[in-house]
């Protein structure tokens, strides 16, 4: 099945820095997901995109739908260490089906 | 309070030894699916169903199987498990109404077969 290309794979934040990390592949989709997922736990649903452009904030978390439908931004602002874990991003096909990047590890940097 | 539930969270058995995976939610969504995760490839998707006695195939369905008789559970059964299917698994459900998009993710259930 497809899959999408995730980076960076992992990353080191010391606390106050901002995070970047994207998605890309090589078909559209027409909705783009965001989760994160902290140790022992399910997956959480952080931002959802429905537009080409569309730009969307949930506290210090920002996404974007790649204009070409293909990629997809989040950007995490002054980052804390609650903020560490693995950031899925997922894309929905016409006709359902959705598909999961392999994942950005967030480490705390010591 | 929205709920998807799984049982049980570990389980340890040996290869050949059928086992049934339980997933119920509380949100009366239409659409419920099965994952896999594995290190380094993300979640890949078993079997999805999109309403009560409607199931499909996902990416990785070979050695699973699923029903769906009631809209709330979606068991997973692995009839005869191997050790390539020891991973961590996570049963979801979702819905997309009205322009936007709610989707739960159970606690996982980390299987380990021997």
């Known amino acids: 099945g497809q899959q999408l290309n995730q980076s960076p794979q992992s990353m080191f934040i010391q606390e106050g820095e901002d995070v970047s990390m994207n998605c890309t592949s090589s078909s559209i989709f027409n909705t783009w997901l965001w989760y994160k997922q902290d140790p022992g736990e399910g997956p959480v649903l952080l931002i959802a995109?429905?537009?080409?452009?569309e730009l969307t904030s949930n506290g210090r978390l920002t996404a974007q739908f790649g204009i070409t439908r293909k990629d997809s931004f989040l950007n995490i602002s002054a980052s804390i260490p609650s903020d560490v874990g693995i950031y899925f991003c997922?894309?929905?096909?016409?006709?359902?089906?959705?598909?999961f990047g392999a994942g950005t590890i967030l480490r705390v940097k010591s | 309070e929205a709920q998807v539930t799984q049982n049980p969270r570990y389980l340890i058995t040996v290869t050949g030894k059928k086992l049934t995976v339980t997933c119920s939610q509380n949100?009366?969504?239409?659409?419920m699916s099965w994952y896999r995760q594995d290190p380094g490839l993300g979640l890949r998707q078993i079997y999805y169903?999109?309403?009560?006695?409607?199931?499909d195939k996902g990416d990785v369905p070979e050695g699973y199987k699923v029903s769906r008789k009631e809209k709330r559970n979606f068991p997973l059964i692995l009839e005869s498990p191997s050790p390539n299917q020891t991973s961590l698994y996570f049963c979801?459900?979702?819905?997309?109404?009205?322009?936007?998009?709610?989707?739960?993710f159970g606690p996982g259930t980390r299987l380990t077969v021997t």
């Open positions: 949100m009366n969504h239409e659409y």
């Open positions: 169903s999109m309403n009560v006695e409607v199931t």
């Open positions: 995109l429905y537009k080409a452009g």
């Open positions: 979801a459900s979702r819905r997309y109404l009205g322009g936007t998009y709610e989707q739960y």
């Open positions: 997922a894309g929905l096909e016409y006709g359902n089906k959705l598909v």
